[in-house]
Nanobody, 112 residues
Framework: QVQLVESGGGWVQPGGSLKLSCKGS????????VKWFRQAPGKEREWVST????????DHAPSVRGRFTMSRDSARNMVYLVMNRLKPEDTATYYC?????WGQGTQVTVSA
């Protein structure tokens, strides 16, 4: 069974940065497109970013484009979401998704 574990969430002030990690087990993440989603309280889960299995440039939702980036560490079987210039509206639980599997999520809170 595929297992994904997110980490790296926390509290940060507006304008700050965080780096989220997604660790894969029983799956080779470099063979897959890996996505990040987020869900804020009272809102639907929304797509944030995708890193593709080939050399295609990662794609990001318009709300985070230019602020968030994705990368891989194939040796560690991990995918990262680097979030810069964070805004209060980025506050949400962030989830990693690959091969139709979800992690448990990691909470990101952006506030003064």
């Amino acid at each position: 069974q595929v297992q994904l574990v997110e980490s790296g969430g926390g509290w940060v002030q507006p304008g700050g940065s965080l780096k989220l990690s997604c660790k894969g087990s029983r799956v080779v993440l470099s063979d897959l497109a890996v996505k990040w989603f987020r869900q804020a309280p009272g809102k639907e889960r929304e797509w944030v970013s995708t890193i593709f299995r080939n050399s295609r440039v990662p794609d990001h939702a318009p709300s985070v484009r230019g602020r968030f980036t994705m990368s891989r560490d194939s040796a560690r079987n991990m995918v990262y979401l680097v979030m810069n210039r964070l805004k209060p509206e980025d506050t949400a639980t962030y989830y990693c998704n690959a091969n139709n599997s979800w992690g448990q999520g990691t909470q990101v809170t952006v506030s003064a």
